[in-house]
């Protein structure tokens, strides 16, 4: 008889919920900043039918309220190489690369996350994962010491590495075996107060770059937060001071729009801990900052074309106004985003007609009612009601918020430029495997749908001039 093994999916969903618990009670306003998204959510479904019945055509109400990512940041290229072999025990991929050291951050990042449409739907929890990158360190004897410091940890328990290899060895787990799986790999995750160095060694890692020191100082890449999907950014960051918390000055990615777009992220402050330095003399302590809360909102995924439009004009506003580590010129920045953006259509049959932005295609109950008695053109198809399209939501992240996220978690006085740059084939290599391309599964997903409508309408072999 076949071992009944349980999904990935649902592997994934154990997981995400036992961290959710973790995270609420060691940071207990990530607990009051879900309720927050939950309750602004609901009243912005109530309100938008239109918005709500999109969200359901496209399968994504179900998740919006499990949704979450996450980040960590890793020391070594065999802590990598493991996590790879571990998130696919949840169904999770590498997807995309991230350099961040042109933002003043020593690593370069992937995100693990689930890539076919069914198992988004499920549940699309993802992780940022960075890598440090030690080769960053310009002094000798610090590099030297680092590099000896984390040789000499393991993050993975035994037992969570059993399974990884019994997982790929029979190609799935059993219901047993997943909770059990599911405990041991949260053990990586939890938050250490015990640092592994000596209260000098920390200082010296912290002077040289505090994220330095918060990957190197502990036991394990504890997770640094833990992020719900709002549906209404701007609501939930006015409402979080009335929450006790206190979002960063701006938020990240494109302005508030009709047509949302990619990703909008905005993040409260790293909380102080308090943490045990592993001196001889027993006893030395200090404080530590690296955890944080955080939201985004998500929009429709660009393609290339209308990617580098965005870059273009995300940079245009960055020149014209920097913001300062107070928050000054919050609300110039605000204003210059908004006035730029409207060189970006917000309407969405534009952005589709343009090439700017992808799309899920599907045949409509009147459509498939007169099949075979339809004209070939797809425009024709969209204009009598026939065919239909939706926003496929964008499930990665954008290197310049991800940099603003780190530096208001670091400190924004702590800039620093490096001479070296993008190393993606060191970050594959110690990976194990390629990064996928995130833009080839978008156009994919849109090709498939585009296929399968054509096909339930009776009309095969067509394409639309008008997609990218
Ligand atoms: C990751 C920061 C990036 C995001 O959502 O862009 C990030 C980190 O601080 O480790 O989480
Ligand atoms: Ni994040």
């Known amino acids: 008889m076949p071992v009944p093994f349980v999904s990935t999916d649902h ?7 036992a961290m959710s618990q973790m995270y609420r009670t060691e940071v207990p306003q990530y607990g009051t900043l879900i309720e927050l998204v939950g309750q602004v959510n609901a009243e912005v479904l109530a309100r938008d039918q239109e918005l709500s019945e999109r969200l359901r055509r496209a399968g994504e109400l179900e998740r919006i309220d499990v949704e979450r990512h996450g980040a960590i940041r890793l020391g070594t290229a065999e802590e990598l190489f493991t996590i790879r072999r571990l998130f696919a025990v949840m169904g999770m991929q590498s997807v995309g690369y991230y350099d961040l050291s042109v933002a003043g951050v ?4 992937t995100c693990f996350r689930p890539v076919d449409e069914a198992a988004l739907n499920v549940n699309p929890f993802r992780v940022f994962t960075s890598l440090l990158r030690l080769e960053l360190i310009e002094d000798e004897d610090l590099r030297a010491e680092v590099a000896a410091i984390l040789a000499k940890r393991r993050i993975y328990t035994p037992r969570a590495i059993a399974l990884i290899e019994q997982h790929e060895k029979a190609s799935g787990l059993t219901e047993p075996e997943a909770s059990e799986f599911v405990a041991e790999a949260l053990e990586t995750f939890r938050w250490h107060g015990e640092a592994t160095v000596s209260a000098g060694t920390y200082k010296r890692l912290h002077d040289t770059h505090r994220l330095i020191a918060d990957v190197v100082s502990f036991k394990g890449p504890h997770i640094n937060h833990l992020t719900p999907r709002t549906l209404d950014i701007d609501e939930v960051q006015r409402r979080m ?3 006790g918390i206190t979002p960063k000055a701006v938020i990240e990615g494109p302005p508030r729009r009709d047509c949302n777009i990619l990703l909008r992220q905005t993040s409260f402050k790293a909380l102080e801990e308090p943490i045990a330095f592993a001196d001889a003399a027993g006893a030395a302590s200090g404080t530590h900052t690296a955890r944080f809360g955080e939201i985004e909102q998500r929009g429709v995924a660009l393609t290339a074309k209308g990617r580098a439009l965005y870059d273009k004009l995300l940079a245009s506003v960055r020149g014209e106004v920097q913001v300062g580590a107070s928050g000054a010129k919050a609300s110039d920045y ?10 970006l259509t917000d309407n969405w049959d534009e952005l589709r007609r343009e090439g700017l932005a992808f799309f899920r295609y599907s045949a409509t109950p009147a459509g498939i009612a007169v099949r075979g008695q339809l004209p070939s053109d797809p425009e024709a198809l969209i204009a009598r009601g026939y065919l239909r399209f939706d926003p496929i939501i964008y499930e990665d992240f954008l290197p310049v918020s991800a940099a603003g996220i780190f530096q ?3 400190g924004t006085d702590q800039q620093q430029n490096y001479a070296t740059r993008s190393n993606r084939s060191a970050f594959e290599e110690a990976l194990g495997a390629k990064v996928q391309d995130e833009l080839a599964l978008y156009a994919e997903r849109q090709a498939a749908s585009l296929d399968l409508a054509m096909e339930k309408l009776g009309l095969c072999d067509l394409t639309l001039k008008t997609v990218a």
Do not use: G, M, Q, Y
């Open 334 to 343: 605000d204003s210059e985003l908004a006035e730029r953006f409207k060189a």
């Open 408 to 410: 208001s978690n670091l």
């Open 11 to 17: 592997i994934r969903s154990l997981f995400t919920e």
């Open 241 to 243: 001071p009335a929450h």
């Open 106 to 109: 020593p690593v370069h990042s």
